[in-house]
Antibody, heavy 118, light 110 residues
Framework: QVQLQESGPGLVKPSETLSLTCAVS?????????WGWIRQPPGKGLEWIGN???????QYNPSLKSRVSISVDTSKNQFSLKLSSVMAADTAVYYC???????????WGQGTMVTVSS | QSALTQPPSASGSPGQSVTISCTGT?????????VSWYQHHPGKAPKLMIY???KRPSGVPDRFSGSKSGNTASLTVSGLQAEDEADYYC??????????FGTGTKVTVL
């Protein structure tokens, strides 16, 4: 079955760039789906960050667009998130997910906690 | 875009039903039939329960049902079971390749 696994540093300093990767297994990342990033700050709800297609076409949350970059590496079957100029408010569990059925996120990774702190 | 509004909490006894609302605007919930619902047990990956307002993915019990009226979508869990205790989030397509989630509802099985 399709599985997603996030990886990356758990601690990032303020003003630096957060970088995470999502490895896709059980399916080709070029199989016709969008792949996305969603986050959840401690004690808060989910927030959509952005999506990417295997062609490299991207969709970003307008509130984060100036700081977000999502890329795809089809040779490694993975996609990545970069969030620049991070601040404490960017502390969250970051999930990667597949955008499948009718714009719903049907498969999710387990999530990875990222803390922004000096 | 603002988060969709959900009640912070809902509860019911085993076997009862609970309904969670998700209120947006004509630019998201009211404008598209792309409302989905997710069950989230803390520390685990969120699970898709409903998509396209009322459709259930394979494997989701038919105790879970979704509907929409105007700018408000709803998730009903019938025949509550202990394992249904979790956080539930709605989500909607919001046009222009944007997506918005709800504020989340904690469901407690009494």
């Amino acid at each position: 079955q399709v599985q997603l696994q996030e990886s990356g540093p758990g601690l990032v300093k303020p003003s630096e760039t957060l970088s995470l990767t999502c490895a896709v297994s059980g399916s080709s990342i070029s199989s016709g789906y969008y792949w996305g990033w969603i986050r959840q700050p401690p004690g808060k709800g989910l927030e959509w960050i952005g999506n990417i297609y295997h062609s490299g076409s991207t969709q970003y949350n307008p509130s984060l667009k100036s700081r977000v970059s999502i890329s795809v590496d089809t040779s490694k079957n993975q996609f990545s998130l970069k969030l620049s100029s991070v601040m404490a408010a960017d502390t969250a569990v970051y999930y990667c997910a597949r955008r499948g059925l009718a714009s719903a996120f049907d498969i999710w990774g387990q999530g990875t906690m990222v803390t922004v702190s000096s | 875009q603002s988060a969709l509004t959900q009640p912070p909490s809902a509860s019911g006894s085993p076997g009862q039903s609970v309904t969670i609302s998700c209120t947006g605007t004509s630019s998201d919930v009211g404008g598209y039939n792309y409302v989905s619902w997710y069950q989230h047990h803390p520390g685990k990956a969120p699970k898709l329960m409903i998509y396209e307002v009322s459709k259930r993915p394979s494997g989701v019990p038919d105790r879970f049902s979704g509907s929409k009226s105007g700018n408000t979508a709803s998730l009903t869990v019938s025949g509550l079971q202990a394992e249904d205790e979790a956080d539930y989030y709605c989500s909607s397509y919001a046009g222009s390749n944007n997506y918005v989630f709800g504020t989340g509802t904690k469901v407690t099985v009494l």
